[in-house]
């Protein structure tokens, strides 16, 4: 048992005389014969008792605002759901355009498994075409037909684009890169005026696009009275100082985006000015897009869930069957392995994620 009291003392002259101020002091004694509930409730300085008080409070208080915190997060998470499964049907006419930039190197392997997997899931509200250049027109008809057979790739167009084959192919970072991505803005613009398409959308010919999860995200995300470019505006080529879009999770434009990017110019001048800015990034098309759309005032868009990384098989399965990852709109490094992948989009597994809620997360900038 223990009792408290306080008592004030001074400190002695010779302390006085060194300049220590008067100081109160409060002490505690052990006193048998006081019992520690009477100290509590007697004896304790009012003080103590305010401030244990105070404590409580602000405990419950903390208390209070969390729960509040949580239930309007649970509610808005509910009503955001809601609101998405209400909105999924609404977007499902939106017109999209996707275009897929490919190579004489890789057309006639990659552009077959296409056509016979993710293209066959598009709606009457998606178009796909497949850009190539316009000297390797006849070869490729030619090798298809003997390659495929009565197989070939229905489930896409083709545009044809000159004047690209004159910058040799060395890589995928080449002036025969830029030169494609700036005739695919070109031809999108064309498209425009010609059709009532809302989105346009360029992947590379080894991505593998879930086309459902690609239109609802851009129709529900975006504002389409905002010239925007969306992409993974996370890379950047140090030597140059471009930032832009990380090319292998694609690019995209809305009608207005459009536009602001061409502007006023002719196809030629539209093609030297981005093929110019291509030099200065690098030979990066990726990054001279989204550089060139910053400096012409659209809007930088971010698409988390589309994904540029090399991802083992078993990995993406992982993320495409389990409930904690959101739904992909795009894979990227798909090559062999695109008929398996597209399998497993139509497994029972993936059937049942519950898209609505996965997709919430994704439109969060």
Known sequence: ACDVWCGVTRESSWSTLHGVAEKDRCQTRLLPHVSEEGMASSTAPRHCLKRLSKLSSLRWTLLTAL?????????HIKLGVRALTILEPQCRPMQLLVLIRSSPKTRLE????????WSMEKGESVKIVAVLDDGDRNDFHDE????????????MDFNWVAGCDKFELASSQSLNSCCKTAKSIWFAREVLAAYEWEWVYIVDDDAYVYLDY??????????????????????VDRPSGCRGFCGGAGMGFNRLGIEAMVGGRSEDAFLDEFIASCKVCSLHDDLTVATVAA?????VGMLWTA?????????????????????MVLWHYVRGDMDLLHNMRRSTQYANTTRPLGLLGELFE
């Open 110 to 117: 990659r552009l077959p498994r296409i056509a016979r997997t």
């Open 144 to 155: 298809l037909t003997a390659l495929h057979g009565d197989n070939r790739p229905h489930s």
């Open 295 to 299: 400096s012409r005032g659209l809007r």
């Open 67 to 75: 729960g509040i915190l949580v239930f309007a997060v649970v509610v």
């Open 214 to 235: 690609l239109q609802f995200v851009l129709c529900v995300k975006f504002d389409p009275l905002v010239p925007t470019v969306v992409g993974k505006p996370l890379c």
């Open 307 to 327: 994904d540029s990384q090399n991802l083992s098989l078993g990995e993406r399965q992982h993320r495409t069957e389990s409930r904690f990852w959101p739904p």
